[in-house]
């Protein structure tokens, strides 16, 4: 095993292939980034049945900063599964505007699959956080954000956006 694939000393499990351009970065040299803040708190709020195992999880997705090392702005799965890591898989980017990071970070709002999303609450959720995301990212990825569309995208019964299942 190489070093960009230890973590700690140790060989972490990964089932996931890493990508070429993958490091393992210490969770200290790493921020989030001011743009996509806003998409995260609110990704952070969406009620999911659980979150994603580290074992499974792609890298966190950052572009390089002087005063930290790196600032995440995608792949918020990712963080999450790595919340308790001392290293954590990282694809670091250059270059990239702001309005991109921005748009990349609310679209992490748009892909999460419905079988990740709380039975109960997980719908309603997504649609709250769907109408606080930029319309261009949602007309982009979904179209719509009525109830009847949000349940066509996500192959389930209206009644889960309305609250009422059956």
């Not at 969770?27 to 999911?48: D, G, Q």
Request: one cysteine or more; proline letters at 5%.
């Amino acid at each position: 095993m190489t070093q960009s694939t230890r973590s700690d000393g140790m060989a972490m499990l990964c089932l996931r292939p890493n990508l070429k351009h993958t490091r393992w970065i210490p969770s200290t040299k790493l921020a989030l980034h001011p743009l996509a803040a806003p998409a995260f708190e609110t990704y952070r709020n969406i009620r999911v049945s659980a979150w994603i195992s580290p074992a499974l999880a792609d890298p966190l997705l950052a572009v390089r900063s002087d005063k930290v090392g790196a600032l995440f702005f995608g792949n918020f799965a990712a963080r999450m599964a790595f919340a308790d890591r001392e290293t954590i898989p990282v694809v670091v980017f250059d270059g990239l505007e702001g309005a991109d990071i921005a748009r990349h970070a609310w679209a992490e709002i748009t892909s999460l699959a419905f079988n990740q999303l709380h039975p109960r609450r997980g719908f309603q959720d997504l649609k709250r956080a769907l109408q606080l995301a930029p319309e261009d990212v949602t007309k982009m990825s979904i179209g719509q954000t009525t109830d009847a569309a949000l349940a066509r995208h996500l192959a389930v019964d209206i009644s889960r956006f309305r609250g009422t299942q059956r």
